[in-house]
């Protein structure tokens, strides 16, 4: 009964929006038994099922899973996926750019949690890119840098896998960024904290190669917000990612690579051959 009555007063609170104060929230898209993927709300050892993506509505419709009894997808569903090059100094040689490095690749190369990054059978020099990701909560156009806090919902870590023979070789990045599997996302979409100060940390086979805060970005998540807003129409959902840190190495089959984001959790992924 107790549990019943608070699941009623987490719906009516939700849905009045009172929850819209900033304080931690947490949600996952998961399926069960490789059925239908579904967004819920994270509590504890729970998933608290809701109607729709968390940015849209907060409706919970009354069922829950246990968290270790379902499938982890990435928690986002985008139209547009915009990732930010050269955004950290320890990434780049000399000066900084003016304006941030920007390019777009398709969503059906975001894959989640667990989920196996594939190496194509021609890559040759596939690296890891330890990033964070943020996700935008509603249209936005011509926003300016003070406003752009107000667009952002939430946060969540990526590895932008990056063929650098292709990246080099082809005249655009988008092979060798956004080939089909090579950007995991995970494994939770969080509301509420500070994501101009979060430590984005990536382990190689458990060795930290990759180390910086997201205070060091050079064009912080709002001048990001506010840039792609002049040119592109931001829908609910769409991500926008920071950029990497430092230096990469490549990996090869059976590496495994992590990439943590304080507050946020651990995206784990396995590197296996394609055919």
């Known amino acids: 009964m107790k549990k019943a009555f608070a699941l009623l007063a987490t719906t009516i609170i939700l849905v009045s929006g009172l929850s819209q104060a900033q ?6 898209r998961y399926s069960m038994n490789n059925g239908d993927v579904f ?12 109607g729709g993506a968390p940015y849209e509505t907060m409706h919970h419709t009354g069922l829950t899973h246990p968290i270790d009894a379902v499938k982890l997808h990435a928690p986002v569903d985008p139209n547009l996926v915009f990732m930010t090059a050269f955004n950290f100094r320890s990434h780049i040689s000399g000066e900084p750019a003016e304006y ?10 975001i894959i989640g949690p667990e989920d196996p990054i594939v190496r194509p059978e021609e890559a040759r020099n596939l690296h890891y890119e330890a ?8 249209r936005a156009e011509n926003v300016s840098v003070e406003e752009a ?3 952002i919902f939430g946060v969540t870590a990526g590895n932008d896998v990056s063929e650098r023979a292709w990246q080099g070789g082809d005249i655009q990045w988008v092979r060798a960024k956004g080939t089909r599997g090579f950007n995991a996302v995970g494994p939770q979409l969080v509301r509420g904290i ?16 990759q180390s910086e805060n997201s205070s060091d970005l050079i064009f912080g998540m709002e001048e990001m917000v506010s840039y792609i807003s002049r040119y592109f129409t931001l ?16 990996m090869v089959p059976g590496d495994v690579y992590e990439v943590e984001v304080e507050n946020v959790g651990v995206l784990r992924n396995v590197v296996e051959q394609g055919n």
């Open 235 to 250: 829908e609910p959902g769409d991500m926008i990612w920071s950029g990497t840190m430092g230096s990469t190495r490549a």
């Open 131 to 138: 990033e964070m990701a943020i996700i935008i909560g509603k």
């Open 39 to 50: 967004w819920g709300m994270v509590h504890g050892d729970e998933i608290w099922q809701l």
């Open 23 to 28: 304080e931690e929230e947490r949600f996952v």
């Open 100 to 109: 941030p490095g920007l390019f777009i690749i398709p969503a059906s190369s």
């Open 194 to 209: 500070d994501y101009n100060n979060l430590q984005i940390t990536g382990r190689h086979n458990g060795e930290v190669v």
């Open 149 to 151: 806090a107000d667009y």
